[in-house]
């Protein structure tokens, strides 16, 4: 019943942008950390951002990337900006209910299947 949809990924070049978006139904988004995760071709599966009572991001994206969320309409959004092709990876749209340990993928209780960004060189 809890379901979690990414879009807005796609092909961009070195430097440009893309927003993400993630639709959580059975789930009130309010209630929830929710969180970016990203996933590149044969590595771990790495923190982008979280957000909830604050935000948090990952080392490799602070700075150029920005979570936000709507929770009237339970949506979270991911603005990436000045994008390397070293962004290139699937991301993830996770839900966290525990409100602890916000990088660690484990510990996220629901899961989109994710949106493919691929950045060009």
């Known amino acids: 019943q809890v379901q979690l949809t990414e879009s807005g990924g796609g092909l961009v070049q070195a430097g440009g942008s893309l927003r993400l978006s993630c639709s959580a139904s059975?789930?009130?988004?309010?209630?929830?950390?929710m969180a970016w995760f990203r996933q590149a071709p044969g590595k771990e599966r790495e923190f982008a951002a979280a957000?909830?009572?604050?935000?948090y991001y990952g080392d490799s994206v602070n700075g150029r990337f920005t979570i936000s969320r709507d929770n009237a309409n339970n949506m979270v959004y991911l603005q990436m900006n000045s994008l390397k092709p070293e962004d290139t990876a699937v991301y993830y749209c996770?839900?966290?209910?525990?409100?602890?340990?916000?990088?660690?993928?484990?510990?996220?209780?629901?899961w989109g299947q994710g949106t493919q960004v691929t950045v060009s060189s």
């Open positions: 996770a839900a966290q209910q525990s409100w602890k340990n916000y990088y660690r993928a484990p510990n996220y209780d629901f």
């Open positions: 059975g789930l009130a988004s309010s209630t929830y950390r």
């Open positions: 957000i909830g009572r604050s935000t």
